[in-house]
């Protein structure tokens, strides 16, 4: 059964995870100052703690994580509620809980959990009534609240689009999407009144970044040189005058990628988005040919993840989008955000394992089937 299972996994995606695994080191290594070593050994055993992880929940029926979703859930949601009462504050946002050893991002685990719990919500249910959407609509909107007051809008926002995606694979009618659009439309004025002073001015300085250069624009400004300084072939591995000259801020976390682009050029730049291109085609091709309901919504909402994490980073990074706190996959520094990817991964890996054919579990009418 084990060699059956290490030889259904899907050695496409292993293999564009390493070599993620390699640019993501070798960034990192070149984003950390000298001083900054310890970090980097650091995540060196993230990495080897998710991989464990990872192969570990390859192993894992998905039965046995469907009847598991509401206690995960309601985990990270006991979590989320913690945070402003013990969480700890770092960079002026109270968004981790210190457990001795290592600090957790209860936000990080709430993505992954309510993916899960949504698609065994749906798996015997359609979106088309009220009764069926307001459930899972709180499921959303109580986690998203809880991690806007840390603040945390980047992860709210990947979080919210992540349920919609999932609310329309699952069958959301037209009519009730557009009324969610507009219910968000009218909400807009009410969200900016409670926005935190340095967030509206992220959003000034992205509509006009010139308008505050040492301030909120600062970032955006030192990033689009970094990226446009790097040219087609980049200034070389360790070469970086933008990282090395301390003028990049939060070069080894959300500004990672402005990092890889002024060292590697556009070609390395390329080779990153056509790594991602395949994982999330892999990713897709699993869901699509998933044996069940459950483990297919499953897999769209980990594929859904993984690809507003890239967009939205390489996005803000780039000026596109107004800066908010999203890591780029596999490649930024982080524990929680990097172990939790993999841990998704192997379930991804899972589902396409349990799809070259019907498990004997799965009966007609079942939550499962």
Request: glycine share 10%.
């Amino acid at each position: 059964m084990i060699l059956e299972t290490i030889r259904r996994m899907d050695k496409v995606l292993l293999l564009c995870l390493l070599c993620l695994a390699g640019i993501g080191i070798a960034t990192l290594y070149a984003a950390l100052h000298q001083g900054d070593i310890g970090l980097w050994q650091r995540q060196n055993l993230y990495w080897l703690l998710g991989i464990i992880i990872m192969f570990g929940l390859c192993f894992v029926p998905l039965r046995i994580l469907a009847l598991a979703c509401w206690p995960m859930f309601l985990f990270a949601l006991l979590c989320l509620v913690l945070v402003p009462l013990i969480g700890d504050t770092q960079m002026g946002a109270q968004r981790w809980l210190n457990l001795g050893l290592f600090n957790i991002q209860p936000s990080e685990l709430m993505k992954w959990a309510l993916v899960l719990i949504l698609a065994q919500w749906f798996a015997s249910r359609e979106a088309n009534s009220l009764k069926n959407l307001l459930p899972p609509a709180l499921m959303m909107i109580l986690p998203t609240l809880l991690i806007i007051k840390q603040p945390d809008l980047g992860t709210a926002l990947v979080l919210l689009l992540a349920g919609g995606v999932m609310l329309m694979a699952a069958g959301l009618r037209w009519r009730w999407f557009g009324l969610g659009v507009m219910v968000a439309l009218v909400s807009m004025p009410l969200l900016w009144l409670n926005m935190h002073a340095y967030q509206k001015q992220r959003i000034l300085s992205f509509l006009d970044p010139q308008s505050d250069p040492l301030g909120s624009g600062y970032h955006v400004i030192q990033s689009a040189i970094a990226i446009g300084s790097g040219g087609l072939f980049g200034k070389g591995y360790l070469q970086g005058t933008q990282n090395r000259l301390h003028f990049l801020p939060e070069q080894h976390t959300d500004f990672i990628f402005a990092v890889l682009a002024e060292e590697g050029g556009l070609i390395v730049s390329l080779i990153l988005f056509v790594l991602y291109g395949v994982l999330l085609f892999q990713l897709l091709s699993i869901a699509e040919r998933a044996s069940t309901r459950f483990s297919s919504l499953l897999c769209l909402g980990i594929t859904t993840i993984f690809a507003l994490y890239m967009c939205i980073n390489i996005g803000m990074v780039s000026g596109l989008l107004p800066v908010v706190g999203v890591p780029l996959p596999f490649i930024s520094y982080g524990g929680s955000a990097l172990i939790t990817l993999l841990a998704a991964l192997g379930i991804a890996m899972r589902v396409g394992i349990e799809s070259h054919d019907r498990i004997p579990w799965q009966r007609p009418g079942s939550p499962f089937a």
